[in-house]
T-cell receptor, first 116, second 116 residues
Framework: AQKVTQAQTEISVVEKEDVTLDCVYETRDTTYYLFWYKQPPSGELVFLIRRNSFDEQNEISGRYSWNFQKSTSSFNFTITASQVVDSAVYFCALSEPHNQGGKLIFGQGTELSVKP | ETGVTQTPRHLVMGMTNKKSLKCEQHLGHNAMYWYKQSAKKPLELMFVYSLEERVENNSVPSRFSPECPNSSHLFLHLHTLQPEDSALYLC???????????????FGQGTRLTVV
């Protein structure tokens, strides 16, 4: 069965600290996609990254970086030098290509609070 | 501007009312989704439409009735709801070339529904 686990329900850091959000997934498929979304207080989910299962290269985008490790079924997200505007709920999600319609399986989300 | 617009943003309705949620996407996508986000729960997929055809219905009660008149519009018709149906209802769209690579889903800002 497909499953996404975000064990950290809430994280609180002080501005400029680095923070890592954990994501562990389960799937029987060899081909799949992993996503991270950010949900600010306004409600919409903002797409951050998509990674396919054949690309284990880590990615960096500004202060954001992602560490994909198939061996541990993890896709962790690190924010470097956090800022107050990073405060939001972050969701990790899994999608399998054979699922018609592109169904996303979401984790429970991690609420990040960055304090000044 | 996310490209996916949901109206209304907030809705309060009595258990005997009938109301509809509207979603419109301006991205040229061919798949649209309804998700429910309740407090402290992962996002739950409710309905998937691909090429205007419903391809998934995750055992959603019949008091929720989706409608997809064209690839740009998606409705969720509500009637005789229960207080436990109070939640944030999120619409999303993506490009879904069935059997091929899926794109990321883009989400609207959601409708905050309160059933009294």
């Amino acid at each position: 069965a497909q499953k996404v686990t975000q064990a950290q329900t809430e994280i609180s850091v002080v501005e400029k600290e680095d923070v890592t959000l954990d994501c562990v997934y389960e799937t029987r498929d060899t081909t799949y996609y992993l996503f991270w979304y950010k949900q600010p207080p306004s409600g919409e989910l903002v797409f951050l990254i998509r990674r396919n299962s054949f690309d284990e290269q880590n990615e960096i985008s500004g202060r954001y970086s992602w560490n994909f490790q198939k061996s541990t079924s993890s896709f962790n997200f690190t924010i470097t030098a956090s800022q107050v505007v990073d405060s939001a709920v972050y969701f990790c999600a899994l999608s399998e290509p054979h699922n018609q319609g592109g169904k996303l399986i979401f984790g429970q989300g991690t609420e990040l609070s960055v304090k000044p | 501007e996310t490209g996916v617009t949901q109206t209304p943003r907030h809705l309060v309705m009595g258990m005997t009312n009938k109301k509809s949620l509207k979603c419109e996407q301006h991205l040229g996508h061919n798949a649209m989704y309804w998700y429910k986000q309740s407090a402290k729960k992962p996002l739950e997929l409710m309905f998937v439409y691909s090429l205007e055809e419903r391809v998934e219905n995750n055992s959603v009660p019949s008091r929720f009735s989706p409608e997809c008149p064209n690839s740009s519009h998606l409705f969720l018709h509500l009637h005789t709801l229960q207080p436990e149906d109070s939640a944030l209802y999120l619409c999303a769209s993506s490009q879904d070339p069935s059997g091929g690579l899926k794109t990321e889903a883009f989400f609207g800002q959601g409708t905050r529904l309160t059933v009294v």
